[in-house]
């Protein structure tokens, strides 16, 4: 049975009550069915690239300070329309925070956690072809939050993951889980890439 304890338009605090057992207490996503993190895969003549954005997420910078976050886009499912579908925001989610639109998304797993003791967060982790390589719309910065874009030669990934976190950058779980999912789909081994 739960309970909530306190409740945002767009995050809830819940408690869970487990009988003879103290509550747990977590953080819910009211107004969003799902999230999809997007890793693009962008093919240009010279090579195969991924993109990571560089953010700067409140939570991290109240509580550790001026912190850069480097992460894969992402965003709600239905948290603007109920009616929205993975596939929809999968697509909606990569030309508003990328400006690029993929060829097709291969969804690698669906119920991805990013800290299961204290949110009831899941996303789903897709993989995203890009081979039209011209932007076609102006990347948001998400009010602020996002700062940048990296565009890394797949080759390149686990060398610029460390030294990223070598200059203190944070790393979300679903970064390395997407980084993960690349090392498997395009060096068939992680031994190679990570």
């Known amino acids: 049975m739960k309970e909530t304890l306190y409740s945002t338009k767009f995050l809830n605090l819940m408690a ?10 977590y953080a819910h996503r009211p107004n969003a069915k799902n999230v999809v993190i997007i890793v693009p895969v962008i093919h240009k ?3 195969d690239y991924t993109l990571f ?3 700067k997420r409140p939570p991290i910078t109240e509580e550790y300070g001026d912190v850069t976050c480097l992460e894969f886009p992402a965003g709600l499912v239905g948290d603007e329309n109920k009616d929205e579908t993975t596939e929809i925001a999968l697509n909606k989610e990569l030309l508003e925070e990328t400006g690029y639109e993929a060829k097709k998304f291969e969804i690698k797993v669906k119920n991805l956690t990013s800290s299961g003791g204290m949110t009831s967060e899941k996303s789903t982790l897709a993989l995203a072809e890009i081979f039209d390589t011209k932007k076609k719309a102006e990347p948001v910065d998400d009010g602020g939050v ?12 686990a060398n610029f993951l460390e030294k ?3 200059k203190g950058m944070y790393l979300s779980a679903q ?7 690349l090392a498997t789909k395009f060096f068939q081994t992680t031994k190679k890439c990570l």
């Open 53 to 55: 954005l560089t953010t």
């Open 146 to 157: 996002i700062t940048g874009q990296v565009e890394v030669r797949l080759e390149d990934v």
């Open 45 to 47: 003549e010279n090579g």
């Open 16 to 25: 869970s009550k487990r009988k003879g057992k103290a509550d747990w207490v």
């Open 175 to 181: 970064t390395l889980a997407g980084a993960y999912f």
């Open 164 to 166: 990223a976190e070598e």
